[in-house]
């Protein structure tokens, strides 16, 4: 993130994509000098670069250069004065593109930028995760607790405080419509079972997910989906299935003891793997959904097949099953 230090007490202060600097305390940096104005400037970030806009009464310096009710684009190291005093006086220490963040409320003060899936406190031991939803939402799961964060609000992480600053770049915020309920999750097992390829169908768009151990989570969850139809269950109740028995039955897919630790990692590591697959992945980042300790694969347009076998929507116990919206 972009951030700007004060030439008299070096306080370095981050910039939102929006900063408004002035003599009130509603903005984001408050200069309490009689001579800058209640809303000063506002610095901003527009077309890839950093713009300083004054709408002030007296003005603001630029590098020593007067501007008045104009925009002028920052180079790093800009100097830039509001008001006579030292006080008012900053630097421009560098140009990077502004992110949402987590800044502690206690101790040092400290400040988390948060990627658009993120892990606390590592991917060794996950107990918190960060992700983006469809529409850009910034949310939080810890454990099997979902909420969505909102700015300016404070959370407790990790035994400590954190207020979440939603700083997004709104002009690159693109908006590919609806193109989730036009998608299709299709999964290709190999004959033994033992390698599962998700590709995701979006009109004549393909989006290839490959193999990967991740993609064992959503195909438990799809089948469960699968047995619910059979049964007669109604939509929103299809899919559930407990965590615990989930990293049960992952464990026996993967030959292996699973916790939730290692559960809650391979989700995160889905949704990373979603977000980072252009132009339309960010849009699944909800393809798993909770609510009090259960989980299920979100989506009901899907098709599982296995190699050497009719295509369909297989169950371990009902083969070609006809698929279904």
């Known amino acids: 993130m972009a951030s700007i230090k004060n030439n008299l007490t070096g306080e370095i202060t981050l910039l939102n994509s929006q900063h408004v600097f002035g003599r009130s305390k509603h ?49 790093k190291g800009a100097q830039i004065q509001f008001g006579e005093d030292k006080s008012t006086q900053w630097t421009l220490l560098n140009l990077q593109v502004p992110t949402s963040y ?7 003060k400290s400040i988390i930028e948060l990627t658009s899936c993120h892990l606390l406190p590592n991917e060794e031991k996950p107990i918190v995760s ?22 300016g609000n ?13 700083n997004e770049i709104l002009e690159d915020t693109l ?3 609806e193109a989730t309920k036009e998608a299709k999750f299709h999964f290709y097992l190999s004959a033994d079972e ?21 993609h064992f989570i959503l195909l438990l969850l799809a089948r469960k989906r699968l047995v619910d139809l059979n049964h007669g269950y109604d939509t929103p109740e299809q899919g559930w299935m407990s965590t615990d028995e989930l990293t049960h ?19 995160h590591r889905l949704r990373k793997q979603l977000i980072e ?38 169950l371990p116990e009902i083969k070609n099953l006809s698929f279904y919206n």
């Open 277 to 314: 697959i252009n132009p339309f992945g960010h849009q699944f980042t909800d393809v798993i959904e909770r609510r009090n300790g259960e989980i299920r694969f979100a989506y009901r347009n899907f098709e599982i097949s296995k190699e050497g076998q009719p295509k369909g929507n297989l």
């Open 154 to 166: 404070t959370y407790e992480f990790l035994n400590t405080t954190w207020q979440f600053i939603q």
């Open 27 to 75: 903005n984001h940096t408050c200069i309490l000098e009689s001579d800058v104005s209640k809303s000063h400037a506002t610095i901003c970030w527009k077309d890839g670069n950093w713009y300083l806009q004054d709408h002030s009464r007296n003005g603001t310096l630029i590098n020593g250069e007067y501007i008045r009710h104009t925009s002028i684009k920052l180079l």
């Open 249 to 267: 039955k992952l464990g026996k897919e993967l030959v292996k003891e699973i916790d939730a630790y290692y559960l809650n990692l391979q989700i």
């Open 194 to 214: 033992e390698k599962v390829k998700i590709i995701i169908n979006i009109n004549d768009l393909e989006l290839n997910l490959g193999e990967r151990i991740h």
């Open 102 to 108: 987590l800044k502690s409320m206690e101790g040092e």
């Open 130 to 151: 960060i992700y983006q939803g469809i529409e850009k939402e910034w949310k939080a799961e810890i454990n099997d607790t979902l909420m969505e964060l909102e700015h």
């Open 175 to 177: 908006d590919y419509g």
